[in-house]
């Protein structure tokens, strides 16, 4: 299993927040022989633990999290005409939803998010809220449509993997870009460091997978893997505060989100490790945004911890793009820095 | 014939205005089938020829369906993204997070249309369409491989295989309006087994969504005696109103105004009558937006009559059409034809 099948078969698994169990098979399916224990608790968190190599008694314990769940759309009901109503879950710009198919449910039923044609909306082209748009499926009516359907059941974009080159685009880079990445550590060698690995529930919808995984693992420390937006098309925006990343720059450290400053000493510790080992890397725009450091860092006594985010373009709709360098450097740096991770960096300074 | 199967080749092949060469081919062999001959005019219009029986006076029915899809063509670059012009109707509200393929001089290259993470968004740019010409397509290379192989003037079509939804119902892109080719598909088919006098002189025109070169020309040259234009009309669908909109699976449209002779609207109606089939009366009080507007007044006017094939969301890649009307409307134009004969004709001009 190679990363890019990996990551193609992550991509094309349906698992918004709340429904991950397509992507939880398919990690636990990879994981399972790599790791010394692997259960799932009770929210749906994948949580394996690599013990390190060697037999020192007191080892530096290091949370490596990834989020399983993607932004999709929640069947809320259904039209007399037979069309389904539908809901956000998680941050959807409601402006790429029409036109596109999508599949619901874990039948996977095919339905289409139309709208009347340009010809006929005479001058009134305003954005259709997601309140005004619907999924059709072909159902002749309401209760046809609730018979092949339920309400309640998750959607998402019907987007194939494809290879642009050096570049990948898929829909759900973020997060199964994080979750190929901690699959590739945990196939990888042993470290000198016990690495607990949180493949996380419904961080889309605020963390919360995150929140017990990071109680029940109590580590030393903690290093998000996450997808962040890149902002590198042209021309380049005039206020700089909103995230930066470009692709092909390396992985994306965090400083600082709308809810975490990461922990200095794994920035610097992080950073440090970049420069001697010459792995590309940016450093994320402080600012807006965030991913499950902000449920880790403040669980229980807190947990010093710093994301590391793949760059990715277009997150949260229908097709995102990734470069496979990037990904393969996020590999490699959290690899080194969870290595190197030692009770000596983390003293309190 | 397996008018789900066509449907899905037809609308997965690529053909946009002006750029025909690979649907014709899928249209020629297709039509070829059942026709006499078939051959490409000068402008690139699929014609396919079915003789009638009689001897005497040659009359001709030309039936005109448009093969050419709407799309973007590359207008300039800038760090490796491209921008776009539109060819044809455009809606810019369908693009942000599409899927495209750039067919370069050397190879396709499979694109995105560019949308903004909402991380990114200030609250008021949510409720703005963002116009076609601030959208960039990117294609995931470097600036450098970029320039090597995308040159201006490439063509760029979107990219959306067929999704089979309940009731037999298609949705793709490009059944505007390859609906109606497939519909004159199950026509000729259909004649095999009519005796019909008059030859039928079926055509795939070209550019009907940039400029409608291919129908003016062709009826030029095929100096018909009469002319059907077949094309998609505006299906009811969730968010639609009005009376410009007809259910999809109750069969297609007969246009009634002035650009459809009466004779014509009323043949077609009486056709429908015959064989019970479903039909739908619709009234276009100018421009039909079809070919049919531009055969009328060709050469000294030939009498025209429009059948239409209800689709919800027109042209958008989520295109939705019934195979049942297709096929409904196969049959009615044979029926049609069927019945054409010298009173036909001489109650054109009474």
Redesign the interface.
Known sequence: MSLTTNLKALSEANGVSGDEGAVRKIILNAIRDHVDEVRVDTLGNVLAIKRARGKATRRVRVMLDAHMDEIGLMIVGA?D?G?LQFRAVG??????L????VLIGPDR????????????AHGD????KIE???I?????GKD?ALG?VTIGQMAT???RY?S??????GKAFDDRAGCAVLIELLRGPRLPVDLLAAFTVQEEVGGRGAHVAAYAFDPDAAIVIDAT?A?D???SIEQDV??NTRL?HGPAVYVMTRSTVSDPRLVKHVIGIADRRGIPYQIRQPG??GTDAGSIAPTRGGVPTVSISVPA???????S?INLNDVRHTIELVRESAARLTSTILRPA | MDVNALLKKLSQTTGLSGYETKIRAEVLAEWGRFVDETRTDKVGNAVAVKRGYARKAHRKIMLASHMDEIGFMVAGF??G?LRVSPIG?I?A???????VIVHSRQRD????I????????KPDD?????SLDQL?I?????PA?VNRFVSIGDLVSIR?DV???????L?GKAFDNRASVAAVAVCLELLATIQHQWDVIAVATVQEETSALGAATSAFGIAPDAAIAIDVT?G?????A?N??FPLDKGPTIGIGPNMQPKMTQGLIEAAQRIKLDHQIEPMAGSS?TDGWLIQVVREGIPTGVVGIPL???????E?VSPRDVEQTGRLLAEFIGGLDEKFYESLTE
Do not use: C
């Open positions: 039209n005409d069309t941050g959807i710009d409601d402006r790429s029409p036109g596109k198919v039923i095919p339905g289409v998010i139309g709208t009347p044609p340009i010809h006929l082209d305003e954005v259709k005004a748009l619907a059709d499926i072909g159902a002749a046809a092949v974009f019907n987007t494809r642009l080159g050096t570049t990948v685009s937006p902002n098309l042209p021309p909103s995230p092909g807006g945004g373009r277009y997150i949260h709709t229908p097709v793009l | 800038s760090h993204f109707g809606d509200r369908v693009l942000p997070g599409q899927e290259l499979p694109g995105i560019s949308s903004t993470p909402p991380h990114l968004l949510r409720s703005k369409v963002i960039w990117d294609v995931g290379l470097a491989q959306r999704t089979e939804l309940k009731n037999g119902l949705a505006y009811v669908q969730y968010g639609s009005g410009e909109v937006g919800r969301s027109m042209h958008t890649p989520v939705v």
